[in-house]
Structure formats: structure tokens, C-alpha cells
């Protein structure tokens, strides 16, 4: 009976008061790397979404991350009534890539590590994984020099083109053609590819020769890095 009381007392005694400059500092490094690694997000991700308007969730999300540690740190109680708290409370966002979740982890990460004040393992660790996803980034793009670009052709009327002169046309000029999406009716065929070429000047000999096919294509290029690199 008495460790049971004991126990009691020590959940219910157990708090440690957050010193009020620390918690500052760590709440001013948190929003900092942040934004460094939205920053970062933004430059060098590779997602077709919105990555400005994604990357402004890494400050709140990092700062609020800080903060549930920095309290629950400071008492056993509280720590088991988070669980409690997750269990009901879920976070649900769609995430349409893996790099997208990958940015959210460290993230969180970062503020896990600020949360618990480890504040020079966190810096230490979060320069090191930016300087490795840069250093991968810039050295990725010597060695591919190509484009890719994701191209829709639509045709209709008749007498409408076939999927198969797409291709061979895109052959010619294309060092990869990755087929993603084909619709055909009897009025109007429209096909997505993933394409992959050296230059610009492979690009108009492409457009070129697909509008020698039929007058009534329609060409669309998309840039699969999207248009903030």
C-alpha cells in the first residue's frame, strides 16, 4: 500500500518548472531552423505540389512539436495523459509524396530535440542533413543534365492520330519515354508522358514533328520539378 501512494505522489508531485529563458531560446531556434528548412524545401524538393505554400507549415508545426515536449517533459503525468490525448486527437493531412512526409519528420525532429533541450546535438544534426541533402542535390543535377518534362497530347476530330506514332515520334528525340496515362474515345485521344531529353532543341524538333501528325493536337509540357526551381 505504501509504494502504491508513493507512486501516486510521485505522478502527482513529479513536475519540473521549465526555466523561462531556455524555453525562449529553444522556442526562437525552433522557429529558425524552420524556416531554413523551408527554405531549403522550396529550393531543392521535388514535389509537384505547391512547395512555397507546403514549407509554411514546417514553422508551426515545428513549434508547436517544441512546445507539447517542453511541457510533458517536465511531468510523468502529463507524458501518459498525451498518449491518452493522441489516441483521440488524430493529425491527418494528405500526403501525396514520400518527400513531403520526409520534411514533416525532420521537422518534427527538430522539434522533439529542442523540446527535449538538446539544443547542440539538434543543430549539429539538422546542418549536417541539410549540408548532405545539398551537397546529393547539386552533384545529382551535374550528372543529370537532362530534362524531364511531363508531356500531354490530345488529339480530336477525325481522323485522330494513334498512340503509336506518339511514341515512335517521341522516340527520335526522347533518351526515355515512361507512358503514364492513355484515354481514348471516338472522338478524342489524350495521352501523359513522363519524358526525358538533352536540350531545348530536342524539345521543338518534339513539338515539331507531333503537329506534322494532325492539325488538331494539342501539345502541353510540364516541368515535373515544378515551376519554383
Known sequence: MNKFQTF????????IQIPITSFVINLLLAALLSIILSRIYVRFGNALSNR???????LLLTMTTMLIISIVKSSLALSLGLVGALSIVR????IKEPEELSYLFLAIAVGLGLGADQRTITIVAFILIIAILVISKK?????????????????QNLPKIKLEQIVETLKKYCQAVDLKRFDETKEVLEACFLIEF??????????S?????????????????????
Open 52 to 58: 512555397k505554400l507546403f514549407g509554411r507549415n514546417f
Open 91 to 94: 493529425f491527418r493531412a494528405a
Open 198 to 207: 538533352h536540350n531545348i532543341g530536342d524539345l521543338n524538333k518534339v513539338k
Open 209 to 229: 514533328d507531333l503537329q506534322q501528325l494532325s492539325d488538331s493536337i494539342k501539345i502541353s509540357f510540364l516541368d515535373n520539378k515544378g515551376i519554383l526551381q
Open 139 to 155: 552533384c545529382s543535377r551535374h550528372v543529370e543534365d537532362s530534362q524531364n518534362l511531363f508531356l500531354t497530347i490530345s488529339s
Open 8 to 15: 501516486q505522489e510521485f505522478l502527482a508531485t513529479r513536475s
